[in-house]
């Protein structure tokens, strides 16, 4: 699939984690720069992990996803964990500590490589979309990724409006 972005009209990732009891899960929510959802991805996750880790493979899940994507070079990614979307922004002093958190850590900065342009910023759990895509995961026993397509009028009206 090809999506044509506009520099001043980046992608938009929203990104969620959770564990609860046995299962955990991840999501991640794509949207347009007017807000309108071009696709979604949830899946399974070892609930043995740290909720913070789980953040961290949110965004690692993510971003694999787009690398698949043509035509994505600018991305804003949202998250509602500050510890984790904290270290990417250079305004805070968040930093990653523990050696598998480090890990995770240089991970995303090599696949934020990729794109000309990305950023990480902190959102309140209850405006982010991701987290309702997360919690949907519980009730599947496999993954789920939902990409719609240029022919999708939603899509499709998406690549109209950025090139105006």
């Not at 794509?30 to 991805?41: A, L, P, Q």
Request: net charge negative; hydrophobic share 35%; with cysteine.
């Amino acid at each position: 699939m090809t999506i044509e972005t506009h520099k001043n009209a980046p992608l938009r990732v929203y990104v969620d984690a959770s564990i609860k009891g046995d299962a955990g899960t991840v999501g991640a929510v794509f949207t347009t720069h007017m807000g309108r959802v071009i696709g979604e991805y949830s899946s399974r996750i070892d609930a043995t992990m740290s909720s913070t880790y789980a953040e961290f493979e949110a965004i690692v899940r993510a971003l694999s996803l787009l690398e698949h994507v043509n035509g994505v070079e600018h991305v804003k990614v949202f998250g509602d964990n500050i510890s984790v979307v904290g270290i990417f922004d250079p305004s805070t002093r968040y930093r990653a500590k523990q050696s598998k958190m480090v890990s995770y850590e240089d991970r995303v900065r090599t696949q934020v490589e990729e794109f000309s342009y990305c950023t990480f910023d902190h959102i309140p759990r209850d405006l982010n979309p991701a987290h309702d895509v997360a919690d949907s995961a519980y009730r599947r026993t496999v993954g789920h990724t939902m990409w719609l397509d240029a022919q999708d009028d939603r899509a499709q009206r998406y690549v109209e409006e950025v090139r105006a």
